[in-house]
Nanobody, 125 residues
């Protein structure tokens, strides 16, 4: 099994920046991809960014050029650097991991093998 714990959420003003972290533990060597998802109140969950074991990344169109996903494989930590934040980025952000899906599949995934509990990001003036 794999355990995922997110951190780094908070409240920032529009145009600000925030970096989320996801600490992974357990059988992480078997993971193919990891990703960040978000769910705003009253909206469906959406894939934001994903990265595979070789470092290939994929982003949702809504965050391209503003968000960067990266990982520290030695520490088993996944990051999401978020810049130029907008009010519409407000959501609960979840870290997720999968044994078989590619980053492209993760962005559009309905299900993932492992999920964190989420961290809240609020963008407001």
């Amino acid at each position: 099994s794999v355990q995922l714990v997110e951190s780094g959420g908070g409240s920032v003003q529009p145009g600000g920046s925030l970096t989320l972290s996801c600490a992974a533990s357990g059988y992480t060597d078997y993971l193919r991809s990891m990703g960040w998802f978000r769910q705003a109140p009253g909206k469906d969950r959406e894939g934001v960014a994903a990265i595979d074991s070789e470092g290939t990344t994929t982003y949702a169109n809504s965050v391209k050029g503003r968000f960067t996903i990266s990982k520290d494989s030695a520490k088993n930590i996944l990051y999401l650097e978020m810049n130029s934040l907008k009010p519409e980025d407000t959501a609960m952000y979840y870290c997720a991991a999968d044994l078989g899906q590619s980053p492209e599949e993760v962005i559009n995934a309905i299900s993932m093998d492992y999920w964190g509990k989420g961290t809240l990001v609020t963008i407001s003036s």
